[in-house]
């Protein structure tokens, strides 16, 4: 009988697929298995009391949808909108319960697969934004890409509270008209 030499679990796991997206001149990525679809940017309903890091509401074929600016989340300036900026709609974890958010960025890149022996643990120091919003640090093509954990990220609950504790009542939402139904 032959036995296989051992090899990192790292090294046996098939490379996993990450949406890669800019976000203020920075790569980053959601797994794919998060992403439920991609759409253009459209107007979007403003919701009073909300954190800046809540843009508003769109309908989604009649699915009440939060979509969050990533960047404003991660304490940055306000996304500036463009011809490429674009709205990532993902499944978030609340529990055992999923909830479906839609996410601005500035542009979607492309689809790229990421070896597990490829991504680096977050690191401690020296980013922008809370550790615990990455999932890792991917190596592609001489690049690092930011691999987002985005239950944590993007918690319900979390954001929840952020309206709570500090509501923005100067905050000026008043960018798009309201969708119709």
Do not use: W
Request: charged share 20%; proline share 8%; glycine share 8%.
């Amino acid at each position: 009988m032959q036995t296989k030499s051992p090899v990192s679990a790292a090294a046996a796991m098939p490379p996993a697929q990450y949406l890669t997206f800019v976000l203020g001149g920075e790569m980053f990525a959601i797994g794919i298995l998060a992403i439920r679809e991609i759409i253009e940017y459209q107007a979007l309903t403003a919701v009073p009391m909300m954190p800046p890091c809540v843009r508003g509401v769109i309908n989604l074929r009649g699915a009440v949808v939060p979509v969050i600016d990533l960047a404003a989340r991660f304490g940055r300036p306000v996304s500036a909108v463009n011809k490429r900026t674009a709205i990532v709609i993902v499944e978030v974890a609340e529990g055992d319960e999923r909830q479906v958010v839609g996410v601005v960025v500035d542009a979607v890149s492309e689809v790229i697969d990421i070896a597990a022996d490829d991504v680096e643990p977050p690191p401690s120091f020296g980013t922008r934004m809370r550790a615990e919003f990455i999932h890792g640090i991917g190596k592609v093509r001489g690049r690092f890409v930011i691999l987002l954990d985005v239950d944590r990220a993007l918690s319900p609950a979390e954001i929840g509270s952020l309206a709570a504790a500090n509501p923005d009542p100067a905050h000026d939402r008043s960018e798009a008209p309201a969708l119709a139904a």
